[in-house]
């Protein structure tokens, strides 16, 4: 019997629970209930390969009920550029001293490639204004269409409060460039790791001389081979 797809029909693929999930703890998930058309934010706070996942779930109508009930949950995250998502199985929940649900490892998940741009690896120095509050810390990977950003959080952790969709300002000397810009972007996702919180973005509305500039940094490095 097939199945309903997760992810839609255009673009995706299929990989097998042996293939990486392209998922870590601290990811954001969203949750949805079988034949719901609401969703939840969870987080990811632990797995066991090939066996379960542990997410903390906010109180969800209706969740426990579908405990056992194979295949009732459907899950959806991103990582690395890409949409994931799969169905899975509730097989335990507590609520106590937090609300967690154990799901069942998936046997597949759809990925649909959300960058139209190619990435490269990068440790640029920058500063992002959030709320007429500026934050320390570097871009991390960048492209035509966006870059990551991971806070510098060394010192006592600021309350961030940076949210999906937020309008943000980054100040950056690019390389090769000893003229600082700003450049405008919106937040695409969040992800806290090891008390360390990096987000994703896009840029919005980039010059055209931005773009040149981020072409000839990319150029230079897109192409060495970095141990």
Not at 154 to 169: F, T, Y
Request: aromatic share 8%.
């Amino acid at each position: 019997m097939t199945r309903n797809r997760p992810m839609g029909k255009t673009g995706d693929q299929a990989i097998n629970q042996k293939e990486q999930l392209g998922i870590t703890v601290g990811i954001n998930l969203r949750i949805q209930l079988r034949g719901s058309k609401d969703t939840w934010n969870g987080n990811l706070v632990g797995m066991a390969a090939d066996r379960y996942l542990i997410a903390e779930v906010p109180a969800i109508p209706g969740l426990w009920v579908k405990l056992h009930q194979t295949n009732n949950i459907i899950v959806r995250y991103l990582h690395g550029g890409k949409a994931y998502g799969f169905y899975s199985t509730l097989i335990a929940a507590m609520n106590e001293p937090v609300r967690l649900a154990f799901l069942a490892y998936p046997e597949k998940i759809e990925t649909v490639n959300l960058r139209k741009f190619q990435r490269v690896p990068c440790l640029i120095p920058a500063a992002v204004s959030m709320n007429g509050v500026s934050h320390q810390g570097a871009f991390t990977d960048m492209s035509e269409g966006g870059c990551s950003f991971l806070f510098d959080q060394s010192g006592a952790a600021p309350d961030l409060g940076v949210q999906i969709a937020d309008e943000i300002v980054f100040s950056v000397c690019l390389i090769g460039s000893s003229k600082e810009r700003e450049i405008r972007a919106i937040v695409r996702n969040v992800r806290t790791a090891d008390k360390r919180t990096s987000i994703g973005t896009q840029f919005h509305e980039p010059g055209d001389d931005l773009l040149e500039s981020i072409r000839s940094y990319m150029g230079k490095v897109g192409n060495l081979d970095v141990p």
